[in-house]
């Protein structure tokens, strides 16, 4: 993440409730990521969690950086999309 975005999320997590539940689902799959790295070996049924994690945490991202969006000046907005 950018530090604009970390700012922001600093700033409005304590008061967007739907922000800070997906800051937290965001943690928690990359926790879970994490212990499956860990591992030497991956079982299919391992690999198929991760692949899911995976989908979630992105989606969760998405879902963030569209949040944020509502947070960000017009010129951060258009800086953010490239």
Do not use: F
């Amino acid at each position: 993440m950018e530090k604009r975005d970390l700012e922001l999320i600093e700033k409005y997590s304590p008061v967007d409730e739907e922000l800070r539940r997906y800051l937290e689902e965001h943690r928690s799959y990359e926790e879970i990521l994490g212990n499956l790295s860990k591992k030497s070996y991956l079982s299919p049924e391992d690999e198929l969690e991760e692949k899911r994690v995976k989908k979630l945490k992105l989606r969760g991202r998405d879902k963030i950086e569209e949040i944020l969006s509502k947070y960000r000046t017009p010129h951060e907005q258009k800086s953010a999309q490239g």
